[in-house]
Structures are given as C-alpha cells and as structure tokens.
C-alpha cells in the first residue's frame, strides 16, 4: 500500500487557479482535476483542510483602491470565498468526497460555523475540510487564514496550490531567465520579498514551523506526489538549506 510522507495537511488554493484560463469566476476542469486529486490523498488516509482565495471573483485590495471602504471591500473578498469553497464541495462530493464547509462568518444555510473542535473531528472522521470566509475579519489575507488554521488543527504541511510551479527569483512571466528556487527558508522569503506568502502569514508559519511547498496544481498529480515526498516546485521551511535554483 502507498503510504503518505504526512498524516494532516491543509492545501491552499488561489482563487486564480480556480479559474485557470478564463482568468475570471471557474474553469470546470480545473475543479473537477482538484476534486480528482485530493481523492486520491484521502484515499491512502491523509487529513485534509483546504482553504480557497477569492481572487477569481473579487479582491479586497482592488476594490479598496477604487475609493471602497477597505473593511467593506475585505468583507465581500470573503463572501466570494464562501462562493469558491461551496464550487469545491459540488466537485468533490461529485467524486464521492465526503467535504464539509465551515466558515468564519454564519450562513448557516450553507455552511458550518467554524469551530476548531468541530473541524478536527471532520478531519478524524475522513472528511475533507473547507475553510471559507478568511478569518472573519478584514485586513488578513487568505494565506493568513491558511497558516492560522493550519496551526488550530496541527497540520503538518501547508501546501500553496498555484498556476505556477514554485517561487522564482524573479517573474517567469516577463523574464524568460528566471530561476526557480528548490529551497527557502522563512527568513529568505520576508527578506527577499518573494510574494510566497504576505508577511504575516510567513511569520505564523515560521513560529509553529509549518513547512510550506509551493507547487503547480494545472498539472494533476501534483498533490499525491508532494504527499509522497517527491521534490516538485519551491520548500520552505526553517533550516538553514543551500538555496539553490533550477
């Protein structure tokens, strides 16, 4: 039988990537090789929380740069992540997923309230765990809300799902000679600026040493390969590694 290199791990998912090429609200497939993928990890037995962006319908710091309210612009972010987590649970409860959602802020017509107790006794269960509407409050991002939650529930991996396949030392985008960085350590990427995660995030990650592997979900079977240890995309983590580049 595979065995998996980790017992509990809490993935985090753009709400870009949700959209893939549309670049805009869910490309079908996307959410379909997401649901695909995480069955496949709970299958050998890993607890898994997830927690989604909202970035494919609404971002708080656009709106807030048009002249909205900031508070007000965060809030809707989150609702747009209550939309985005209930599009996952459609798709995994499709692939016979058992998922419940639990958000910080009460709709419960639609979701759980989010109570730590509650969400390890889901993940025990066999349960996949979704995480909606950030932290409840405005001015936190969702990576926050990701290595907060990953905290709460002792999980032991936060892996960063995105449209790219690790951190560069630059945008592969626009500079054709970028290098991919393998390693980092948590230090290396507030000093360096690198954009893993905002700075208060990466900081909560590196005070209850939560490693962070940032990876490609477009390509599916990424996430059964890093549950199984193999080296894909960019690590960060507390050592004093080599850091060094592809």
């Given at each position: 039988?595979?065995?998996?290199?980790?017992?509990r791990?809490?993935i985090?998912l753009?709400?870009?990537?949700l959209?893939?090429?549309?670049?805009y609200?869910y490309e079908?497939?996307?959410?379909?090789?997401i649901a695909?993928?995480?069955k496949?990890?709970?299958e050998?037995g890993v607890?898994?929380?997830?927690?989604?962006g909202?970035?494919?319908?609404?971002r708080?710091?656009?709106?807030?740069s048009?002249?909205?309210d900031?508070?007000?612009?965060?809030?809707?972010?989150?609702?747009?992540t209550?939309m985005?987590?209930?599009a996952?649970?459609?798709?995994?409860?499709?692939?016979g997923?058992?998922?419940?959602?639990l958000?910080?802020?009460?709709?419960?017509?639609v979701?759980?309230?989010y109570?730590?107790?509650?969400?390890?006794r889901?993940?025990e269960k066999?349960?996949v765990?979704?995480?909606?509407?950030?932290t409840?409050?405005?001015?936190?991002?969702t990576d926050?809300?990701?290595a907060l939650r990953?905290?709460?529930?002792?999980?032991?991996?936060?892996?960063?799902?995105?449209?790219?396949?690790?951190?560069?030392?630059?945008?592969?985008?626009?500079?054709?000679?970028?290098?991919?960085?393998t390693?980092l350590?948590?230090?290396?990427?507030?000093?360096?600026?690198?954009g893993v995660?905002?700075?208060?995030?990466?900081?909560?990650c590196?005070?209850n040493?939560?490693?962070?592997?940032?990876?490609?979900?477009l390509?599916?079977?990424?996430i059964?390969?890093?549950?199984?240890g193999?080296?894909?995309?960019?690590?960060?983590?507390r050592?004093?590694?080599?850091r060094?580049?592809?």
């Amino acid at each position: 039988m595979v065995k998996s290199k980790y017992k509990r791990v809490v993935i985090k998912l753009s709400g870009e990537a949700l959209a893939g090429e549309l670049g805009y609200g869910y490309e079908s497939k996307i959410l379909e090789s997401i649901a695909r993928q995480v069955k496949e990890i709970a299958e050998i037995g890993v607890e898994i929380a997830v927690v989604v962006g909202g970035g494919n319908i609404w971002r708080g710091v656009s709106g807030s740069s048009r002249g909205m309210d900031r508070a007000t612009a965060d809030y809707m972010g989150m609702l747009a992540t209550v939309m985005n987590a209930l599009a996952l649970q459609d798709a995994m409860e499709r692939e016979g997923i058992a998922t419940r959602v639990l958000t910080a802020i009460e709709m419960r017509q639609v979701a759980e309230p989010y109570i730590r107790r509650r969400a390890i006794r889901h993940l025990e269960k066999g349960r996949v765990v979704i995480f909606a509407a950030g932290t409840g409050n405005p001015y936190f991002s969702t990576d926050t809300t990701a290595a907060l939650r990953a905290a709460e529930i002792e999980a032991e991996l936060i892996l960063m799902a995105k449209k790219v396949d690790g951190v560069y030392d630059s945008d592969p985008k626009k500079n054709s000679q970028a290098k991919r960085f393998t390693e980092l350590t948590y230090i290396d990427v507030l000093n360096k600026g690198l954009g893993v995660m905002d700075s208060t995030a990466t900081s909560l990650c590196m005070d209850n040493h939560i490693p962070l592997i940032i990876f490609s979900i477009l390509e599916e079977g990424n996430i059964k390969k890093v549950i199984l240890g193999e080296k894909i995309g960019t690590i960060v983590g507390r050592e004093n590694n080599e850091r060094s580049c592809t």
